[in-house]
């Protein structure tokens, strides 16, 4: 019982210092105003190099199309789950950048109206009569207009938690991920053209952790402590990062089309346009829930590996032991593959009898996300089991051959297209009870190998790259 409390005492430990920035800095005062906070889209937006010339652009309207409303756990709200002040946002943006010089055209009336007013004061109230009014300078008119919105709010796309409570001792945390969408156009004034279209997702984190301890300490004593907190990442925030993000991208779209170009000239140009390819690869290689994948183009594949053997046989005294393993597998499909694997170890039904053995498998093989960089698999089929040590046993003799059957799971990582790291466990039915050198009991023996390798992908390519799994 100490044992188990005191793990649990360690779970919610770990799972309240996960989130310990939140933990340790909790207000204990109000709070003063302050300029607000700079997104790290915001410094990238600052940090770009300057335009040959500033691009004047209008933004009418660039609102909440989404119609969503906050979620709350009971009843109803009329508040908007997304800032209806996204076109104030955009305008700060385009300013940010350096590259566009914003004019108001979101409060046109109010701007025009105000004019007039300067305009009729100055008429009544000139100094003279035989004189015109002075003139107002003329207002700029925007090469481009600027389009687009809030087009998508998703909520609790992915959620999900962990926690452990024993005796009344426990911790739990939980968390909810939404997501907002972002569409931005430019059009020519001039010709009614759409120029460039983009688009930017971002997500929307909600974080919670509780710590709790209800306990009698003693006789007629109850302990009872909790502590936690709640971290949610601010709407507004995401809508404007998710805004500066689309005013960059269309930033090197526009230098990708000859559309504008910086003052330092085409190498610069240039140098933006394949730091922004790049980062586009990475991000077609990127789905839903930040899954990375990579296209299968390889067949063929070999695999080395090492880790432990031990045996389930009719001694309860087993010892764990080496295991080395080297395997070749082709793949039929992305899913599927075909293979061979042979392993040497050591199996210790007792400190004193320890034996080598060799196996050698044919196997069927299931990855489940072929295309993902990480992705579980399965594997099995059937082998032979030989007794390859050279000492005299009373049931053994070398090379005894056994048939078995082996089942197995595991993950593999894939770092590059060529190389991936696995980690597998496999369950082994020999379909004789001699394997420990001891025949007895009802069932038959059983061993287990667990280990991770390095898993070599070449050969012939794929016509067509895969399609990643949605």
């Not at 087009?151 to 911790?171: E, H």
């Not at 933006?272 to 390889?298: C, H, K, M, P, S």
């Not at 034996?355 to 069927?364: A, D, Y």
């Not at 960089?373 to 040590?389: C, E, N, Q, R, V």
Request: aromatic residues 12%.
């Amino acid at each position: 019982m100490r044992a188990t409390l005191t793990i649990v005492l360690f779970l919610s430990w770990a799972i309240l210092l996960t989130s310990c920035g939140a933990y340790f800095n909790q207000p204990e005062a109000p709070q003063d105003a302050r300029i607000a906070e700079k997104t790290d889209v915001t410094k990238t937006l600052e940090a770009f190099p300057l335009p040959k010339e500033p691009i004047v652009v209008g933004v009418y309207n660039f609102k909440d199309q989404t119609g969503q409303y906050k979620n709350v756990e009971n009843g109803s709200t009329f508040s908007t789950a997304v800032t209806q002040g996204a076109t104030t946002i955009l305008i700060k943006a385009l300013e940010d950048s350096k590259w566009f010089r914003p004019i108001e055209r979101e409060n046109l009336g109010n701007l025009l109206n105000e004019r007039n007013i300067i305009r009729t004061t100055r008429e009544e109230y000139r100094v003279s009569q035989n004189e015109p009014a002075k003139r107002l300078s003329p207002l700029l008119f925007a090469g481009i207009l600027l389009e687009g919105g809030v087009i998508s709010y998703d909520s609790n796309i992915l959620t999900g938690g962990v926690g452990a409570r024993y005796f009344g001792t426990g911790a739990s945390s939980q968390y909810r991920q939404d997501r907002i969408t972002v569409y931005l156009r430019a059009i020519s004034t001039s010709t009614g053209e759409v120029l460039k279209t983009v688009n930017v997702s971002k997500t929307i984190l909600s974080q919670g952790v509780d710590v709790g301890l209800f306990k009698y300490v003693n006789f007629q004593r109850l302990l009872e402590v909790e502590t936690g907190f709640t971290k949610n990442e601010p709407a507004q925030m995401a809508v404007q990062e998710a805004i500066e993000k689309a005013v960059s991208i269309l930033i090197l779209e526009g230098l990708k089309d000859d559309l504008w170009a910086t003052e330092n000239g085409p190498e610069k140009d240039q140098e933006l346009i394949d730091a922004y390819d790049l980062e586009t690869a990475v991000e077609n290689a990127t789905e839903l829930y930040e899954r990375e994948y990579q296209t299968q183009t390889f067949r063929n594949k070999v695999s080395g590996g090492m880790g432990i053997a031990f045996i389930d046989g009719d001694y309860t005294t087993n010892v764990i032991d080496f295991m080395g393993s080297l395997g070749y597998s082709y793949q039929l499909i992305p899913e599927l593959g075909v293979g061979f694997q042979a392993q040497i170890f050591k199996l210790n039904a007792t400190t004193d009898n320890i034996k080598w053995w060799l196996s050698e498998s044919l196997q069927l093989s299931y990855t489940i996300l072929p295309n993902d960089k990480l992705s579980p698999f399965i594997y099995g089929g059937p082998g032979l089991l030989l007794f390859a040590d050279d000492t005299e046993e009373e049931h053994l003799e070398r090379w005894d051959a056994f048939f078995k059957l082996q089942a197995g799971a595991g993950l593999e990582y894939r770092f590059t297209e060529r190389i991936s790291l696995v980690l597998q466990a496999d369950w082994n039915s020999v379909f004789s009870d001699k394997v420990d050198n001891f025949v007895g009991g009802r069932r038959n023996d059983f061993y287990y190998n667990v280990g991770v390798g390095i898993n070599y992908h070449f050969g012939a390519g794929r016509n067509k790259p895969n399609k990643p799994i949605k």
